[in-house]
């Protein structure tokens, strides 16, 4: 079991940016790892994620080449950077991981542990 506490989020101006921080209670190595987002009045979606084994990154259509996700060399914390903001991105942001790793997945069912969540709010 892994516990997850997100944090960095906050208010910026669009074309901004952010850095989102996981921390874990145990090393990310053994998981994938992932974000996701809930707008408001919209489902949860996927925006990121990254398999450590298979050294892979996924992105969402819409956050590719803006977001980055990434870890530290300890493997307890996972990033999310994300520069060019956009109102759209206005959310709050959940990390998650996930003990499935022999594929990298932008479906939720397939992550096991969630923090709980950290607001993101950009104004135009």
């Known amino acids: 079991q892994v516990q997850l506490v997100e944090s960095g989020g906050g208010l910026v101006q669009a074309g901004g940016s952010l850095r989102l921080s996981c921390a874990a209670s145990r090393r990310t190595s053994s998981y994938n790892m992932a974000w996701f987002r809930r707008a408001p009045g919209k489902e949860r979606e996927f925006v990121a994620a990254?398999?450590?084994?298979?050294?892979?990154?996924l992105y969402a259509g819409s956050v590719q080449g803006r977001f980055t996700i990434s870890g530290n060399n300890a493997e307890t914390t996972v990033y999310l950077h994300m520069n060019s903001l956009k109102p759209e991105d206005k959310a709050v942001y959940y990390c998650?991981?996930?003990?499935?790793?022999?594929?990298?997945?932008?479906?939720?069912?397939?992550?096991?542990?969630w923090g709980q969540g950290t607001q993101v709010t950009v104004s135009s």
């Open positions: 998650a991981a996930g003990s499935i790793t022999y594929s990298i997945s932008n479906e939720s069912p397939y992550y096991d542990y």
């Open positions: 990254i398999s450590w084994v298979l050294g892979r990154t």
